[in-house]
């Protein structure tokens, strides 16, 4: 008995000591989370802010300043440091005077000093070409989603990355601008594989259109793909080409060129054709590598 009353009173010494330490617990994992809240926030509110300033940087095309967002060993999934893709930003401005972009945040993730960020982003701006038609006017449009990659260095955030997913970019000459002109293409293919890309544009019955399918590795300086121009579809307004995708483990872009010609005049003896368009269309085709490290047996 006295064993029992001894054990019983030893255990309600220890309950309340571990009553106090699990109180002490549960208030530091409160500081705890509440700390982790605090910094998440402040966190968001920092991104926010450099996607912010990033847009104004961009869209008064200040490249000193631009770049300065930039860790210095930036990559994007296309193999282009910090130097290249600045050059290439430089060589689009100086194309198009007036481009200007727009970023929609879709999400932030954060996990300590990186952060991963899916955004939508929108350009557009106007082009000015000397054709042998003469002066002419182009529109450019771009549209893409893609996944931002951020560190933190010394308290602030610069962009160490870019995973494009998706990139759709269109250049409209003339009639070409008020056209819908679409390029289906998949989103990613294997290193090698043959996809097809298709075109389709709505015109009217006295338009006739003829184009091209072609695709482009992503390299810098860009090369310019080779136009075998053919007819399209007289009906369905629609151009197919089975592609092979390249193997060299580089992304690329399926380009699409299409020259538009319409047809005036109330009879035969006065017909006349003229030239009434051009467009060229791109959409982001990601080649994934073949990997040789991959052995499964029956």
């Not at 182009?138 to 560190?151: F, M």
Request: glycine share 4%; aromatic share 8%; net charge negative.
């Amino acid at each position: 008995m006295k064993k029992i009353i001894t054990t019983f009173l030893l255990a309600s010494l220890i309950i309340p000591a571990t009553v106090i330490k699990s109180e002490a617990s549960l208030i530091s994992d409160r500081a705890y989370r509440a700390e982790q809240r605090r910094e998440s926030k402040e966190n968001i509110k920092q991104i926010k802010a450099l996607f912010k300033v990033h847009d104004t940087y961009a869209n008064n095309h200040e490249i000193e300043n631009l770049q300065a967002l930039y860790a210095d060993n930036y990559m994007n999934n296309d193999g282009f440091d910090k130097k290249a893709y600045v050059q290439s930003i430089k060589d689009t401005w100086k194309a198009c005077k007036d481009i200007t972009y727009t970023t929609k945040i879709l999400s932030i993730n954060v996990n300590g000093d990186n952060a991963s960020i899916n955004v939508e982003e929108t350009a557009s701006g106007t082009v000015f070409e000397n054709l042998d038609m003469g002066p002419i006017a182009g529109e450019i449009h771009s549209k893409s989603l893609g996944i931002y990659h951020l560190v933190k260095i010394n308290g602030s955030w610069y962009i160490s990355g870019e995973t494009s997913l998706t990139d759709e970019s269109s250049l409209l000459y003339g009639d070409a601008r008020f056209m819908n002109i679409e390029l289906q293409t998949p989103a990613q293919v294997a290193s090698g594989e043959t996809y097809t890309a298709s075109l389709k544009v709505d015109a009217d019955k006295d338009t006739f259109i003829v184009g091209s399918i072609e695709h482009d590795p992503v390299t810098y300086p860009a090369n310019t793909p080779k136009n075998n121009l053919r007819a399209l579809n007289n009906q369905s307004q629609t151009l197919e080409r089975f592609i092979k995708a390249n193997t060299d483990n580089i992304n690329e872009y399926a380009v699409a060129s299409i020259a538009i010609s319409k047809i005036s005049g109330g009879n035969s003896e006065h017909v006349k054709i003229y030239m009434a368009g051009l467009a060229c269309v791109m959409r982001r085709v990601n080649v994934i590598p073949k990997n040789n490290f991959i052995n499964i047996k029956d």
